[in-house]
């Protein structure tokens, strides 16, 4: 039967609000997949203020070089300055420079030291080595003994873990299955279920030799629209990207405007740190040199401001800080324009092993498939270690603008055209032709990761499985061979700069009005209802992971044009809301708030 008369949805039918949605994807990409519960959203009500101290401009100066104090014993111990050694007198005063650290970290007076012969055999990606997580940052091997924590050592493709053991353990190469409509993979050594349902798909079995997925059908927006896209209308070119205007050619005759940096140095409540205002530029002039490109396609960096945030516990940046930062606004700074937050510290942990750095990819998205369930963060960032490649950054920084690593592990999702349910398990894919290569890019050689190949002493590359990845590229795990990003790279970069951008006006202040009927939000955004003291506002937000007519408990969870409603079933489907005067499906009329949503996507045909 039908899903019934208006005046019956308008008695059950409610809108569901949506609580705010804050989620990380990061340079250690697999750490975020399954999600960050968020409490609300920052328009509703203010933030509460940091208990950090933020130091800016003028307020930091270099220590200046002198002579010992006469009567003084010279070169009587040393200690940190700025993360380099210095001599200390008998006096106790800090008078000279003793040795440059350079990327090592000082501690206690000196800076740190290699591993006598490099690294050997451990890798930038590291190993496991039964429970022991070793992993290789410039010459110097980091060790961590995951048993003393009584945790256990896990392989990821984002290096080793020291992971909690759960009664969900599993181990690598275990295959996923499909269980109903649910997608159970073990994914980081725990085996985690995906309701592929509830996100609008289904659980398929995999195409020739691969392993199962869940595969969702991309909504026909309008009449004009296929399942995988809509046609385009010629425009005037910008930099995204994109041919706007049609004419074959991507970006022609545009100028990118620079990239603004706002750098974060974490210092201790002293105010002392690791980098000086001149690490900082050398690290920007160092992230534009690998953006340099022939082509036109490249991308430069701008430092708007450093920020010195006095808060010790975060010169060891773990997950959990991170987390916090994000919650709390801390490197929301006001800036009309948007600019990329980039944090410098001491040591960037994951789950207890060092990492050089991580970043937030942009709406769960890297190469161009959504690799996360949960709701994003509005702002992301950059962090780098002190004990970092000099590529560092500039790899981060690929993260940050869309990119996967070239030895990703394939995501569980697979976006197909559209058919009925029955059809979805062999409908073409979405993708162009690229569905098999991990990190969603055609350019970009199949990479098995440094577990299966090895690079010489002239970058040339060999793999156990006879396939030849580029050791160059930028996103690779070869540091010390990584010059370049592919064409493919730089115009996702383009693409994801330009959605970031259109964000940035969107999620902070009071956020940007929208029309629902018309969905007139910045791409990769939906325009939602939000309570404020009681009435319906509608503001863009980014979009959730659910496609309309998969299942939901509040709106941050939909995405592409659609809102939580719940219906006289008693469970909430994102459906999209629609113009009744000009509807591209059956447009039903609710009350909570007064908007108009696509029947379709309730799922109520056989309700009374």
């Not at 190469?173 to 159970?184: E, K, N």
């Not at 050594?189 to 199962?212: E, V």
């Not at 259109?502 to 202040?509: K, L, P, Q, R, T």
Request: net charge negative; proline share 9%.
């Amino acid at each position: 039967m039908g899903i019934g008369s208006a005046s019956k949805l308008r008695r059950f039918v409610r809108l569901t609000w949506p609580v705010g949605a804050v989620l990380l994807v990061a340079g250690a990409l697999a750490w975020w997949i399954l999600g960050w519960n968020p409490t609300r959203r920052r328009t509703a009500e203010p933030d509460a203020e940091p208990t950090v101290t933020a130091e800016q401009g003028p307020s930091w100066a270099p220590r200046q070089q002198h002579a010992p104090e006469p009567g003084c014993t010279p070169e009587a111990s040393t200690t940190c300055v700025d993360g380099d050694v210095w001599w200390v007198d008998s006096c106790g005063d800090t008078y000279a420079l003793a040795i440059e650290c350079g990327a090592r970290r000082c501690d206690q007076g000196a800076c740190e030291e290699g591993s006598p012969g490099g690294c050997g055999e451990v890798t930038a990606l590291g190993q496991c080595t039964r429970d022991v997580a070793r992993i290789c940052q410039l010459d110097r091997v980091m060790e961590i003994d995951c048993r003393l924590q009584g945790r256990r050592c896990v392989m990821t493709p984002e290096g080793p873990l020291c992971r909690e053991k759960t009664p969900d353990d599993c181990r690598a190469g275990d295959r996923p299955q499909c269980r109903g409509t649910s997608l159970r993979t073990c994914l980081d050594g725990r085996w985690t279920s995906y309701d592929c349902d509830a996100l609008g798909g289904i659980c398929a079995p995999g195409r020739g030799g691969s392993p199962p997925r869940c595969v969702f059908a991309m909504p026909k927006l309008d009449g004009d629209c296929t399942a995988c896209e809509c046609p385009a209308d010629a425009k005037p070119e910008e930099c995204n990207g994109k041919d706007d205007d049609l004419d074959g050619a991507i970006d022609e005759d545009v100028e990118c405007p620079p990239v603004p940096v706002v750098a974060a140095v974490i210092v201790d409540t002293d105010g002392k740190g690791s980098y000086t205002d001149d690490d900082i530029a050398a690290a920007i002039d160092e992230l534009n040199g690998s953006f340099v490109r022939d082509d036109g396609y490249g991308l430069r960096f701008e430092l708007l401001q450093v920020v010195r945030l006095a808060e010790p516990t975060w010169l060891e940046l773990d997950m959990n800080d991170v987390d916090q930062m994000l919650r709390r606004g801390v490197l929301e700074l006001g800036h009309d324009e948007f600019y990329v937050p980039v944090v410098f510290t001491d040591v960037v942990l994951a789950e207890q092993v060092p990492r050089p750095g991580l970043a937030t990819v942009p709406n769960g998205m890297c190469g161009g498939q959504r690799r996360s369930w949960g709701p994003q963060p509005p702002v992301g960032l950059v962090a780098v270690a002190k004990l970092r490649w000099p590529t560092t950054l500039a790899h981060e920084m690929g993260h940050f603008l869309g990119l996967c690593h070239t030895h990703e592990a394939p995501p569980p999702v697979e976006q197909v055209a559209a058919g009925t349910d029955g059809e979805l398990a062999d409908a073409p894919v979405c993708e162009d032709g690229c569905a098999g290569d991990p990190d969603g890019l055609c350019d970009t050689a199949i990479d098995p990761g440094p577990e299966m190949c090895g690079v010489d002493a002239e970058c040339s590359i060999h793999c156990e499985t006879g396939d030849r990845p580029d050791a160059r590229n930028m996103m690779a795990y070869y540091p010390p061979c990584r010059t370049l990003f592919s064409e493919a790279q730089a115009l996702l970069m383009r693409h994801s700069l330009a959605l970031r951008r259109g964000w940035h006006a969107c999620v902070s202040n009071e956020g940007c009005v929208c029309n629902p009927e018309r969905q007139d939000c910045p791409e990769s955004m939906t325009c939602r209802a939000y309570d404020v003291s009681g009435q319906a506002q509608w503001r863009c937000d980014l979009d959730g992971p659910a496609l309309p007519g998969g299942r939901c408990d509040d709106g941050s969870e939909c995405g592409r044009g659609s809102i939580c409603v719940h219906t006289p079933l008693g469970e909430g489907r994102c459906a999209r809301t629609c113009d009744p005067s000009d509807p591209p499906c059956r447009c039903e009329p609710i009350t909570t708030p007064q908007v108009a949503v696509c029947s379709e996507d309730l799922r109520m045909s056989d309700a009374g």
